[in-house]
């Protein structure tokens, strides 16, 4: 066997990058452990993918496949940025992937509910712009020349929410109907076409007063409520011996101050010995065996107190309460693993207020949602008490991105029922892996952005692990497209193939051809050539299928 591929996993990702590559016409073999590698034709193979949920065994697979066989190329899944990073300069043919990175784009834009996404290509910058048509009528009667990559199906359409891939110019649209274009900057302008986001980043400023009222509430929500019944109790018996002392010590009596500083110290167990019950009255004396005993007690309770604020875990679990209380119009990202942390961190950066729940306060992600400086709710985020101490009545958007399908599902409804009226309005972004569950969830709830990171990712390692260029992926409605070039090799299918003869789902917007200007938009009965690159964008089965055919397909 020669020019197969082997891949290693058993997870979600695996078993897509499997299927994918067999029904790109790839003979797929698939690997149990490291030790499998030499019997599964590593040394006559096109590629190893890497694909298990474990960094160390993708790790331990890939360097052996390239000891064994140095130009096949290997496709490694990591999570682990670091070793990412230090691993990826010197990997050879193939890619060293994270599926964060891949994914979390698509999730930020559909929080930000962003209508443009930027790819870039043979050095040009192209956007997917989307807009919204304003009549009936054709695409070109409506758009001009602009190459169309999909049409979203609005309210008034026979079948609203389907999504029609790469259509042609004289598609006709109804109004209201949602359209998305391929171009550059420069062809959108004429049309009034601009980055779009309906999440608006505001930082509120505090005053004086407010943050010290702020730091008390906090205070008051951080210590034990018996505290201040202690305090309460100390400060009593401090203003009763007070009084006491001043009218009842004598020889040589006391003033107001005397007594209350000789009640102090007496109080705290100090005992600087400034003053003497041995002259005095006997009730007196026996009054200040009472103090010295009731002050010990009292003492040592406030400071119990004190010491389980401070080693507690209080004060941790309401930090995060007592910071999202303060944010207005920000983000709330539920599950910090890889790739809800990555999530966080690119909205941080982007310059929105960001807060985390999270079940788990073991989660190795924490500190670094701490170091971003982002306030994290501990609880369940199926319950809507959780949602109160979010403010979700103040959230402009929501990713609900843990492990668990049904946790997500279930986080959505309860999320759907509590923003009641305001949930048109509010972006809820859900994590599904499962890409038919997550098809019928959506049409059933009427969740608007259910998201796979399964198909984000796996068009990038079926791309690697084809010897292909994957730019980018973005979604339209729950269509998730891909945006990819491919070299056109000698005697391949696409060798001489006229634009009108590709799949009618996918398009090319541009040719890059040696020692003639870049072209764009190519017409129908333009050519592809040996040493092309095309650069295509459409749904990433079909756009797969058709870049594969830039291949001269190597057989047994």
């Known amino acids: 066997m020669r020019g197969h591929a082997i891949v290693y996993g058993r997870d979600a990702l695996a078993l897509r990058i499997a299927e994918e590559l067999m029904s790109a016409g790839v003979?797929?073999?698939?690997?149990?452990?490291?030790?499998?590698?030499?019997?599964?034709?590593?040394?006559?193979?096109?590629?190893?993918?890497?694909?298990?949920?474990?960094?160390?065994?993708?790790?331990?697979?890939?360097?052996?496949?390239?000891?064994?066989?140095?130009?096949?190329?290997?496709?490694?899944?990591?999570?682990?940025?670091?070793?990412?990073?230090a691993v990826a300069p010197g990997n050879g043919p193939g890619?060293?992937?994270?599926?964060?990175?891949?994914?979390?784009?698509?999730?930020?834009a559909a929080c930000l509910r962003r209508t443009t996404h930027t790819v870039a290509a043979a050095g040009v910058n192209f956007e997917i712009c989307e807009n919204q048509a304003s009549r009936d009528g054709a695409l070109r009667s409506l758009y001009g020349d602009l190459a169309p990559v999909a049409v979203l199906a609005g309210e008034t359409s026979p079948s609203p929410g389907s999504v029609v891939a790469c259509p042609g110019r004289d598609f006709a649209v109804r109004s209201g109907d949602r359209t998305a274009f391929i171009g550059t900057a420069d062809e959108f302008e004429p049309y009034g076409f601009a980055p779009t986001t309906s999440v608006v980043r505001r930082r509120r400023r505090h005053s004086a007063t407010s943050w010290l009222v702020s730091g008390l509430r906090a205070f008051r929500e951080d210590v034990n409520p018996t505290f201040f019944r202690a305090v309460a109790a100390g400060l009593t018996l401090l203003a009763i011996s007070t009084v006491l002392l001043r009218y009842a010590y004598d020889r040589p009596g006391m003033g107001f101050v005397d007594a209350l500083y000789f009640s102090t110290e007496t109080i705290a167990t100090v005992g600087y010995g400034d003053f003497s019950f041995v002259d005095q009255a006997v009730w007196l004396r026996m009054f200040s065996i009472f103090l010295m005993f009731a002050g010990i007690a009292t003492t040592a309770v406030v400071m119990a107190f004190v010491v389980d604020l401070l080693l507690s875990r209080r004060v941790?679990?309401?930090?995060?309460?007592?910071?999202?209380?303060?944010?207005?119009?920000?983000?709330?990202?539920?599950?910090?693993?890889?790739?809800?942390?990555?999530?966080?961190?690119?909205?941080?950066?982007?310059?929105?207020?960001?807060?985390?729940?999270?079940?788990?306060?073991?989660?190795?992600?924490?500190?670094?949602?701490?170091?971003?400086?982002?306030?994290?709710?501990?609880?369940?985020?199926?319950?809507?008490?959780?949602?109160?101490?979010?403010?979700?009545?103040?959230?402009?958007?929501?990713?609900?991105?843990?492990?668990?399908?049904?946790?997500?599902?279930?986080?959505?409804?309860?999320?759907?029922?509590?923003?009641?009226?305001r949930w048109p309005d509010v972006p809820v972004v859900m994590r599904v892996f499962d890409r038919d569950l997550g098809?019928?969830?959506?049409?059933?709830?009427?969740?608007?952005?259910?998201?796979?990171?399964?198909?984000l990712a796996a068009p990038w390692f079926i791309g690697a692990a084809m010897g292909l260029h994957v730019l980018g992926t973005f979604s339209v409605g729950q269509q998730s497209f891909t945006v990819g070039g491919v070299f056109v090799e000698e005697d391949s299918e696409l060798d001489g193939l006229r634009m009108a003869d590709l799949s009618t789902q996918t398009r090319v917007f541009a040719i890059a051809r040696k020692e003639t200007p870049l072209q764009l938009h190519p017409r129908r009965d333009a050519c592809l050539a040996a040493g092309d690159t095309a650069y295509i964008v459409g749904p990433y089965r079909e756009l797969l299928a058709t870049l594969s055919q830039g291949r001269v397909r190597t057989d047994a």
Not at 439 to 454: E, I, L, Y
């Open 316 to 421: 941790a679990q309401n930090a995060g309460r007592r910071a999202v209380r303060d944010l207005r119009r920000h983000i709330i990202v539920v599950g910090v693993g890889s790739f809800g942390i990555r999530v966080a961190k690119d909205l941080k950066d982007a310059g929105y207020d960001v807060a985390v729940i999270e079940r788990s306060e073991s989660n190795r992600y924490l500190a670094t949602a701490a170091e971003l400086n982002i306030p994290i709710i501990f609880g369940d985020a199926t319950l809507p008490q959780t949602w109160d101490a979010a403010r979700i009545d103040e959230a402009q958007a929501v990713a609900v991105l843990t492990q668990d399908d049904m946790v997500n599902i279930e986080t959505g409804i309860v999320l759907r029922n509590r923003l009641g009226a």
């Open 439 to 455: 098809s019928a969830v959506s049409k059933r709830f009427g969740f608007d952005h259910v998201q796979s990171t399964v198909d």
């Open 27 to 85: 003979r797929v073999v698939g690997l149990e452990d490291v030790d499998g590698l030499r019997a599964a034709g590593v040394a006559k193979a096109s590629a190893v993918v890497c694909a298990g949920s474990g960094d160390a065994q993708n790790l331990e697979i890939a360097f052996l496949a390239r000891q064994l066989n140095p130009h096949v190329r290997v496709v490694t899944r990591l999570v682990n940025d670091v070793i990412r990073e």
């Open 95 to 108: 890619a060293v992937l994270g599926v964060a990175d891949l994914a979390a784009p698509s999730v930020v």
